[in-house]
């Protein structure tokens, strides 16, 4: 399966989207579109997950890279999980600890950033 990553900057945060699988072959799609907006100087932002329908190790260890970079920027970086099977493996993990996870784009957005 394939992953598709979009960005679109909504007021003063930036939301990454992935649509698809996240894993070992697909994931640097995500870690380059992260990467690149903190390089651009997006540092608040809002990773949009709900339309991930599989995510392994490999897409995890992206999240949590990424978490480090923004905060080492001084941004954040947030969550969006619809799934009870994805948020299930984000709390089997202990990442619902490490991360702000929102159940909407919107309440991801209407949240302080």
Known sequence: MH????TEDVGGRTVVRAVGEVDVGSGDRLRDALARAVTD???DLVVDLTGIT?????GLG?????????RLAGGTL?????????????RI???????TIHPTRADALDAPG
């Open 41 to 43: 100087g997006r540092t």
């Open 93 to 99: 993990t202990g990442l619902t600890g490490l991360f």
């Open 78 to 90: 947030e969550l969006v999980i619809a799934s009870e099977r994805l948020l299930k493996v984000f």
């Open 3 to 6: 992953l598709h990553v979009s």
């Open 62 to 70: 992206i999240l949590v890279g990424a978490l480090k970079r923004v």
């Open 54 to 58: 599989f995510m392994d190790s490999t």
